[in-house]
């Protein structure tokens, strides 16, 4: 793993632990204040850092006493000197206070990320999940 990777894998872990902590402004640092984000749910596209901090502020409130625990599989980088993207796909798991599994999903994850003062920032990030033919439901599982 070269020196670009290796700070993405610490990018991805950052965002796995500021989920599971409920950590806004740890989950917003890895952002770019112009952030345009195509989210999976609900909303069209969040418009800059403000718009996304307020739909983040609103999730993490949202579990009380949950927490969620994020797993990032096949994750693909393609990184040159100053502008990169992974994609992966996302499984979120909810967990009560006392540790149990209370439901979990899948989605695609795909970030665009930008170096900025040698930290990556992600710039672009967009989420989604296939839709069936049959019944037009969102696919959340593998």
Do not use: C
């Not at 403000?50 to 739909?55: I, K």
């Not at 949950?66 to 798991?93: H, R, W």
């Amino acid at each position: 793993m070269n020196d670009l990777d290796s700070r993405i894998l610490l990018m991805l872990n950052a965002y796995k632990a500021a989920v599971f902590s409920k950590d806004v402004d740890a989950f917003m640092r890895l952002y770019d204040d112009r952030v345009r984000v195509f989210d999976t749910w609900g909303v069209w596209s969040y418009e800059g850092a403000a718009a996304w901090r307020g739909m983040i502020e609103e999730w993490f409130s949202s579990l009380g006493t949950e927490k969620v625990l994020v797993n990032m599989d096949e994750v693909q980088v393609v990184a040159g000197t100053d502008l990169a993207t992974v994609s992966a796909i996302g499984s979120y798991a909810a967990i009560s206070a006392e540790g149990v599994s209370l439901r979990a999903m899948q989605n695609r994850l795909t970030w665009v990320l930008k170096l900025e003062g040698g930290a990556w920032k992600i710039v672009h990030e967009h989420t989604s999940a296939p839709v069936g033919f049959e019944d037009t439901k969102a696919i959340l599982k593998r």
